[in-house]
DNA sequence: ATCCCGAGGG
DNA sequence: CCCTCTGGAT
C-alpha cells in the first residue's frame, strides 16, 4: 500500500477512534515507575482489571525500592485477578530489584535497556517508551496490529520486526504513537479475527483482504 | 465458549 | 514454529 493511501486510513481511524478521548480510559502513565510495571502487568489482560489492582498495589509498593524488597509471594495476592499474577508477580519483583541493582531506582529510556526486564518485550518497551516518555523510537505490535495491517495491505509480512519496519516506513513519526492505538481499537471492534465486519468497516474501500474476498466470490 | 493492547521457553 | 501461563468480562 503506498503512502498516501496509508494515511488516508489513519485519518479515518483516528475520526473513527478518537484517540484523546480513549485515553482517559487508558492507563495513566504520569509516574514512569508505575507506568514500567502496569504495562508489564497488562499482557494478554485489559486495561480495566489493571486499573483495579493499581492502588492496593502501588499504596503498599510506591517506589522501585520498596518492591524490591518483597517478595513475589506476598505481591501475587494483591495481582490475582489480572491473570498470570504467578509470572507477572515475579516479573515485577525481578524488575524492581534490577531497577534498583541497576538503574538506581530509574526507568531507562532505551529499547535495549528496557528489554532487559523480565516480561517486556518489545511490545512492552514500546508503549512505555512512547506514552511514559513521549519517544518514539518504533511502533508496538501486538496481535491486532498485526491481523489488521496485514489485512489492509499495510505490510506482506506476519513477522512483528517486519511489520514494525513496514509500518515505521508508513506513516509520519508523528502518527506512530497513535497508530498503534487505532489498529488494536479497530481490530477489537471490526477487524475482528473471526467474522469481521466489513459493513461497518470505515476503511474497506482501502482494503487488500475485502477486495480479496469480493474478487473470490464475485469472478 | 471465547477473548483480552504478550513474553519466555522449548 | 509451538506451548504455557491465568482470571475476568461478555
Redesign the pocket.
Known amino acids: 500500500m503506498n503512502r498516501e493511501a496509508a494515511c488516508e486510513a489513519y485519518r479515518r481511524l483516528l475520526a473513527e477512534y478518537p484517540v484523546v478521548d480513549?485515553r482517559r480510559h487508558?492507563l495513566d502513565f504520569s509516574n514512569p515507575f508505575e507506568a514500567l510495571i502496569l504495562t508489564i502487568l497488562?499482557?494478554?489482560?485489559?486495561?480495566?482489571?489493571v486499573n483495579a489492582v493499581r492502588d492496593t498495589l502501588f499504596s503498599r509498593y510506591p517506589t522501585p525500592e520498596a518492591l524490591a524488597r518483597a517478595e513475589p509471594e506476598e505481591v501475587e495476592p494483591l495481582i490475582?485477578?489480572?491473570?498470570?499474577?504467578?509470572?507477572k508477580a515475579r516479573y515485577i519483583v525481578e524488575t524492581a530489584r534490577k531497577l534498583v541493582a541497576d538503574f538506581g531506582g530509574e526507568v531507562p529510556r532505551t529499547m535495549e535497556e528496557l528489554?532487559s526486564?523480565?516480561?517486556?518485550?518489545?511490545?512492552?518497551?514500546n508503549?512505555v517508551l512512547s506514552h511514559a516518555f513521549e519517544i518514539n523510537v518504533g511502533i508496538a505490535v501486538?496481535?491486532?496490529v498485526r491481523r489488521v495491517s496485514k489485512r489492509l495491505g499495510f505490510t506482506d509480512s506476519?513477522n512483528p520486526n517486519i511489520i514494525e519496519r513496514d509500518l515505521v516506513a508508513l506513516f509520519p513519526e508523528e502518527a506512530w504513537r497513535d497508530i498503534n492505538?487505532l489498529l488494536?481499537r479497530h481490530?477489537?471492534a471490526v477487524c475482528?479475527?473471526?467474522n469481521p465486519k466489513h459493513e461497518q468497516c470505515i476503511v474497506a474501500d482501502l482494503c487488500r483482504y475485502y477486495r480479496e474476498l469480493r474478487g473470490g466470490e464475485e469472478k
Open positions: 480513549d487508558f497488562s499482557a494478554q489482560t485489559t486495561d480495566r482489571a490475582r485477578t489480572i491473570g498470570f499474577h504467578h509470572t528489554q526486564f523480565p516480561g517486556v518485550g518489545r511490545k512492552t518497551a508503549i501486538d496481535t491486532h506476519t492505538y488494536i481490530g477489537r475482528t479475527a473471526q
